[in-house]
C-alpha cells in the first residue's frame, strides 16, 4: 500500500510539471516609447546633445481664452460684405447720375428740335406740295416718316391742289414775347414727349379770308443717328 500510494503521488507529481511545461509563456511586457541612438562622434561631445524644442504655434491661430482668432474671422467677414455692397451703392448711384444727366440733355435737346420741326411738318402750300413735303420728312423717323408719306400723297395733297389750300403752323409764344410755349411731358434719355401749342392759320377757297386754330400739339421726339426726329404727332 504505501509503495502504491508514493507511486500515485509521483505520478500526480510527474503530470503537473509537464503540464506547467506546456503552458504557454507569457508575453513578454511592451514598453512604451522609443529608443533613438545617437552616434557620437569620433573626437566626443563636448556637452551632450540637447533635444530641439517643439515648434510653438502661431500666435494668430493660437485662440485665446476669448476666442479671438472667431473674432477676427467674423470681423473680416463682415468688412467684406460692407465693402462689397459699397460698391453695388457706388456703381447704382452712379448709374442714376449718369441718366439723370442725359435724360436733363435730352429734354432740353427735345424740346428745341420740336419748337424747329413742328412749323415744318404742319405747314405746306399748294404752289410747292412737293418741296415742302420733303423738308417735312428730313425731321421725321421711322414707321411716322412712312405713314407722313402716304397722308401727304393721298388726302393732303390732293385736297390742297383742289382748293388751292395753303397752311401756316407757329408755335405760340407768350404775348409779352420770349421762348415759344412748350412743355415736357415725360422724358428718357432717347424719348421724349413734348406738348406744344401751334397757331395754324389756313386759306383756301373753302374760306373766306384767313382761319386761325388754336391747336395743342403733342411730339414725340426720338433721339437717332442723325440727331431729334419726330416719330408721331397728336392733335389734342
Known amino acids: 500500500m504505501t509503495k502504491t500510494r508514493s507511486m500515485?503521488?509521483?505520478a500526480r507529481a510527474a503530470a503537473k510539471r509537464a503540464?506547467?511545461?506546456?503552458?504557454?509563456?507569457d508575453p513578454a511586457p511592451t514598453v512604451a516609447g522609443r529608443t533613438v541612438l545617437i552616434e557620437a562622434?569620433?573626437?566626443?561631445?563636448?556637452?551632450p546633445p540637447e533635444p530641439s524644442p517643439s515648434p510653438e504655434p502661431f500666435e494668430e491661430d493660437a485662440p485665446d481664452a476669448e476666442g479671438q482668432p472667431r473674432r477676427r474671422r467674423l470681423l473680416t467677414a463682415v468688412l467684406g460684405v460692407?465693402?462689397?455692397?459699397?460698391?453695388?451703392?457706388?456703381?447704382?448711384?452712379?448709374?442714376q447720375y449718369r441718366d439723370g444727366?442725359?435724360?436733363?440733355?435730352?429734354?432740353?435737346?427735345?424740346?428745341?428740335?420740336?419748337?424747329?420741326?413742328?412749323?415744318?411738318?404742319?405747314?405746306?402750300?399748294?404752289r410747292h406740295l412737293d418741296?415742302?413735303?420733303?423738308?417735312?420728312?428730313?425731321?421725321l423717323t421711322g414707321d411716322f416718316r412712312d405713314?407722313?408719306?402716304?397722308?401727304?400723297?393721298?388726302?393732303?395733297?390732293?385736297?390742297?391742289?383742289?382748293?388751292?389750300?395753303?397752311?401756316?403752323?407757329t408755335v405760340a409764344a407768350p404775348s409779352s414775347g420770349g421762348t415759344p410755349a412748350a412743355s415736357v411731358v415725360?422724358?428718357?434719355?432717347?424719348?421724349?414727349?413734348?406738348?406744344?401749342?401751334?397757331n395754324q392759320v389756313t386759306e383756301s377757297t373753302q374760306v373766306s379770308g384767313a382761319r386761325v386754330d388754336l391747336n395743342r400739339v403733342r411730339m414725340t421726339m426720338t433721339r437717332t443717328d442723325g440727331g431729334w426726329k419726330v416719330s408721331a404727332v397728336d392733335a389734342l
Open 19 to 25: 503540464e506547467r511545461g506546456h503552458r504557454e509563456p
Open 8 to 10: 500515485t503521488a509521483a
Open 82 to 95: 460692407l465693402l462689397t455692397a459699397g460698391v453695388a451703392a457706388t456703381a447704382v448711384l452712379g448709374w
Open 41 to 47: 562622434p569620433k573626437n566626443g561631445w563636448e556637452d
Open 186 to 198: 415725360s422724358a428718357s434719355p432717347d424719348r421724349v414727349v413734348v406738348l406744344l401749342f401751334v
Open 131 to 139: 418741296e415742302d413735303f420733303e423738308q417735312a420728312r428730313a425731321h
Open 147 to 169: 405713314e407722313y408719306g402716304k397722308t401727304t400723297k393721298t388726302v393732303v395733297g390732293p385736297t390742297a391742289t383742289k382748293y388751292k389750300g395753303v397752311v401756316k403752323a
Open 101 to 126: 444727366r442725359q435724360t436733363e440733355n435730352a429734354r432740353a435737346e427735345a424740346v428745341a428740335a420740336a419748337r424747329k420741326a413742328a412749323p415744318v411738318v404742319l405747314s405746306y402750300d399748294y
